[in-house]
């Protein structure tokens, strides 16, 4: 639990000095630009992969914490820099949009990568040595994306008022944003670190951990498949049959790229994973009746989520799982959409709330606590239920942002 204490931690710890920093000197992105900060974070993330290879020969466990920590920083910079980006280059009223596309790449990197990264990993347990490897090459790539942004001819957004002293945490927006952040990172780490467990329970499916795990793949590829049809099918610069055809081949797409990957690793085919297809078509009518405002999708989105939990709660067996799997599909848009319409309007001060946000993902290491702490005191049916808490209030947030003149929508 120290790796992800660590991880989490660097969010908080990075985002918090970016802030005090921004608030009493100058804001570092206004200052260098958008771009200059990603090549900054890439930066960051390649020199704490390429300290994993002296580091393997320490053999000593806590020592590892430390290049995970400035990979940690490095994402930071990274998420405080890429996600009002993206919202900046383009119109407002599509900027959801374009943070689920994001997003969506990077579920898909969530769903390969693991498999990669298993591969080289735990092959070589047994040279520690050899654990530095794969880092090495993790640090190459880095710096060659470096190079590739660098080399792009990319809107360097600069600001010349580089001090502000707005007290963001007076704009509701952000203030309201923030707590939602906190909540829906921490409900879907929660959610994701307890499948397993939650998996192997009798009265649930009664799985190996190994066969467990597999499912909880298919949890964390519905974000990527509801990311990818919410970029196009919210895209309002399509015309509605390219946005819902659009939407419709990315969905089949990525269902496909999910199967692939577990069919290759695991030897499951779609008659294993079939009920996911119901649940499917209700996250695509959801996108398409609430396609031009974020913040219902957002509200609708969490009534939904809550209602899968009860039901597992109330159910058990087939039920209860897939139900539980499905939430991933409804989360998919939370983190862009509560982005988004937090920082909608900015400005100049878009970074500095940039990072009050990224703060937020602290929630990933605070709220499964809680959870834990449930799971211990009564049992891992009723730590379920804590998750409802999150959604109730992003249900809250996205009903807030309605009726919010920087709401982004085309109305």
Known sequence: MLVQTTFFGAYGIGALMYYLYSSYKTDLLN???????????????????????PISYSNTYYIYLIPLFLIGLGFTILQIACNPYVTLLGSQVTASSRLNFAQGINSLGTTIAPVIGAYFLLANTGETQELGQPFLILAGLFV?????????????????????????????????????????????????????????????????????????????????IGRLASAFISNNELSLIKRVSYSMCSTVLTLLIILLAIYLTKGLTIFDIYPILFFIPIQFISLFFFRDSPSKTLSIFGIIIILLLLISYFYEGTIAMWCMIAIGLFNSIMWSNIFALSISGLGDKTAKASSLLIIMITGGALFPLVMGIMSDKYNLQIAYLTPIIAYLYICFFGYKMINNKNEITTK
């Open 31 to 53: 200052l260098i630009g958008y771009k200059n900060g990603i090549i900054l974070g890439l930066g960051f993330s390649a020199f704490g992969s390429a300290l994993f290879y």
């Open 144 to 224: 060659i994306a470096m190079i590739f942004i660098y080399k792009q001819n990319l809107p360097d957004y600069k600001n010349e008022t580089t001090h502000s002293k707005v007290n963001l945490l007076k704009i509701p927006q952000v203030k309201y944003g923030m707590i939602a952040i906190f909540f829906y990172v921490g409900a879907e780490v929660a959610i994701g670190s307890k499948l397993v467990e939650y998996f192997t329970l009798n009265s649930i499916a009664s799985f190996s951990e190994l066969k467990a795990g597999t499912y909880v793949g298919i949890y964390w590829g519905g974000a990527m």
